[in-house]
């Protein structure tokens, strides 16, 4: 095992997304990478999985069911979580939900039109 990989073993990203597919997509191109990841449909329990087991990173979905990613993502920062975090959806038209995203220091991608390797390359590099 290569050094970079046995760092990454031990480094956690947490998938918060709600489409199964999608969500397993992401958790299997982290895996590839050598990551550990969590992952979590809902934003339910997200905060005990993050207090728990304390992840790297965050690939979190806008619309979630029971709460939106923004809230979430609000009540982590206002928790003191600053991992690196990096907002799925396809609503980027909308410039509050982009300010939203900076204000709260994330990036915010597209999912019709980013690539799964670009989200993984954005959380690397904020490592």
Known sequence: MSLNKFIKHFRKILVVEDDAVLRSALADKFREKGY??????AAQGVLNIVASE?????????????EDG???????RNSGYT??????????????????AIRLDSEFYNKSSTSLDEVVNAIEKRL
Do not use: F, H, Q, T
Not at 36 to 41: F, G, I, Q, R, T
Not at 70 to 76: A, D, G, N, Q
């Open 54 to 66: 304390k992840p790297n990173a965050l690939v979190l979905d806008l619309i979630l069911p029971m």
């Open 83 to 100: 991992m690196p975090v990096a907002i799925l959806s396809n609503l980027l038209g909308s410039e509050d939900l982009r300010a939203d």
């Open 70 to 76: 923004i809230s979430l993502l609000e009540e982590l």
């Open 36 to 41: 550990v990841v969590l992952e979590a449909s």
